[in-house]
């Protein structure tokens, strides 16, 4: 049910068409490698064909590599925040470092593996310390072309 003209997916997926092809829009409820566990893969990806071209939106990184990578459905796109870069760090061409990298493998940018992708936007807001430091606010577009 839209909240404030949103859609929120809360475990569950909509289908996007345009011209004949369609994506699968998931979204899943919270779950993080050290946080509360509420989303659920299985739930959101029922009754999505396995060809069906896939974007999950899952707020926290880590569900990438701990359930996506290894679900038995493949899921083409990750989308995740969560992160904010620690709103410290360097982040200029050659150099990519912060200290959120210790606490976790994909933190900011585009990763791959095993055919799918993730992308971890950086975010553009704060928590805790208002303000950053060599991590710059970030909003990230993205174009979907077919092959």
Partial sequence: MPILNFDLLKNEHRFLVRDGQKIAV???????SSFVKHGNLDAALAGVDEKTFKI???????????????????????????????????????IKWSPVQYVYDEWAGLYQQKG????????????????????????????????
């Fill in 26 to 32: 998931v979204g899943l409820e919270n779950w993080g």
């Fill in 56 to 94: 999950l939106l899952s707020h926290d990184p880590s569900h990438w590599d701990l359930k996506t990578i290894p679900h038995h459905t493949h899921v083409d796109l990750t989308l995740a925040g969560h992160t904010h870069g620690m709103q410290f760090g360097v982040d200029i061409p050659g």
């Fill in 116 to 147: 799918q992708y993730l992308y971890v936007n950086r975010g553009f807001g704060y928590i805790g310390y208002p303000g950053r430091i060599g991590m710059p606010p970030e909003i990230t577009t993205i174009e979907l072309v077919s092959a």
